[in-house]
């Protein structure tokens, strides 16, 4: 019997594309290729999709204008009949039969819009093909982080205080909505776009002046804009939950940032500042601060792999148990698959908040789940594992009800 061919689909139209690209070189690296026949699928920035013996190395995205033109370009075909997604070459020679290349499993690893936010799960769903990670209700629920809030209240659990603006509404009259946010929320204020990721475009604001240049920063990125009650100096503490049942969280990872704000630089380039972060919660002396190793010496870009943390995190077991349990119930109730991080702020004070959902975390958070015992090879198994469960029990749906309305017309 031949193997699966497994797609790592990388890459696409977001602000988290290279990111993207770490993360999937990550995965192929690590996939087992005695179980699985793993091949690269790049979507460029303008969603076009490519496939090439050139993808097998990250060195070809080094170069500082990749040549896509020695790339080939397919399009992907829904066979829905065969439970298949079809990679069809886009230009065809006169004379020569297009290329083509099935897919029997994808393993999303885009990172942001039109790849972690439900549409490209929904093509995938339209061809019946197993996927790894979160569904399509999952994916866009996770993504937007004013839906997550609204589903987090539905299952009581708890969040900041938060506003929504709009663009439009902001832009026909600022200095209302400044003085509404003012009143409703007072400073300071973090601003953010509702749908983006990797801490692009959020902002903090303690004065009337910086609030305006932060909506008008996070307004370029959507249309839809989250504004939050900023906390003092909070403790960041991440959990990764992987999907089965019932679903597993995994050890806490306390990330060490340079201030109140994880930037995106700290997060993906490790350029940190030195020194300690603060924190509300008494330290076990057990936990140490580590750099987390890539999954092969040769992967040189190690995406989220380059931040500092701590792990487990450094805060009481009972906290730490229950910080899991509400990892899980975010999970579940968010309707999250595969590997999700739930990412929770702590104040000072002591008080619990879900931050938010990252339903296809940055390396697929593999770190936490190597501290546990479990290899990166071992968690890409079960989470492929999962997908063809998962869309077994999705092709098990009745979609076809007979009325007849149709005769006789």
Request: aromatic share 8%; hydrophobic share 40%.
């Amino acid at each position: 019997m031949s193997k699966p061919h497994v797609a790592v689909i990388f890459g696409g139209r977001s602000v988290e594309h290279e990111v993207s690209v770490i993360t999937g070189y990550q995965a192929l690296e690590a996939l087992d290729r005695n179980r699985w026949n793993p091949f690269p699928v790049y979507i460029a920035r303008d969603n076009v999709w490519f496939i090439g013996d050139r993808l097998e190395s990250i060195s070809f995205f080094r170069q500082e204008h990749p040549p896509l033109g020695d790339l080939t370009r397919v399009l992907p075909c829904p066979d829905a009949a065969r439970g298949k997604l079809v990679l069809m070459e886009a230009r065809p020679g006169a004379l020569r039969r297009p290329k083509s290349v099935v897919i029997d499993c994808a393993i999303p690893a885009t990172h942001g819009t039109y790849g972690e936010d439900g549409r490209l799960q929904g093509l995938l769903e339209m061809a019946g093909v197993p996927y790894a990670g979160s569904g399509v209700t999952g994916s866009a629920v996770g993504m937007d982080k004013l839906l997550t809030k609204a589903v987090l209240a539905r299952a009581a659990l708890p969040f900041i205080d938060y506003r929504a603006v709009t663009s439009d509404i902001f832009a026909a009259d600022p200095d209302a909505i400044l003085t509404q946010l003012e009143s409703d929320l007072s400073f300071p204020l973090m601003v953010k776009p509702a749908v983006l990721g990797s801490s692009v475009a959020v902002t903090r604001a303690d004065t009337r002046d910086e609030l305006r240049a932060a909506l008008d920063l996070a307004r370029r990125f959507g249309d839809r804009i989250l504004v939050e009650k900023a906390l003092d100096d909070p403790t960041e503490i991440n959990c990764a939950v992987l999907d089965g049942d019932p679903p597993v969280p995994s050890v806490l990872e306390q990330p060490v940032s340079g201030g109140s704000l994880l930037t995106f630089d700290e997060k993906y380039r490790g350029e940190g500042r030195k020194g300690k972060q603060k924190s509300a919660i008494s330290h076990q002396p057990s936990a140490s601060r580590i750099d987390i190793p890539v999954c092969s010496p040769s992967t040189v870009t190690k995406g989220m792999a380059s931040l500092k943390r701590l792990i487990p995190a450094p805060i009481p077991d009972e906290l730490t148990q229950r910080i899991r349990q509400m990892a899980v119930d975010a999970f579940t109730e968010t309707q999250a698959g595969g590997v999700a991080r739930v990412d929770f702020l702590i104040a000072q004070a002591g008080a619990i908040y879900v931050n938010e959902i990252n339903n296809i975390p940055g390396s697929f958070a593999f770190y936490l789940w190597e501290y546990m015992g479990r290899s990166f090879r071992e968690l890409l198994d079960r989470m492929i594992e999962r997908a063809f469960e998962v869309n077994k029990r999705r092709n098990r749906t009745t979609y076809a009800f007979e009325a007849n309305l149709l005769a006789g017309r």
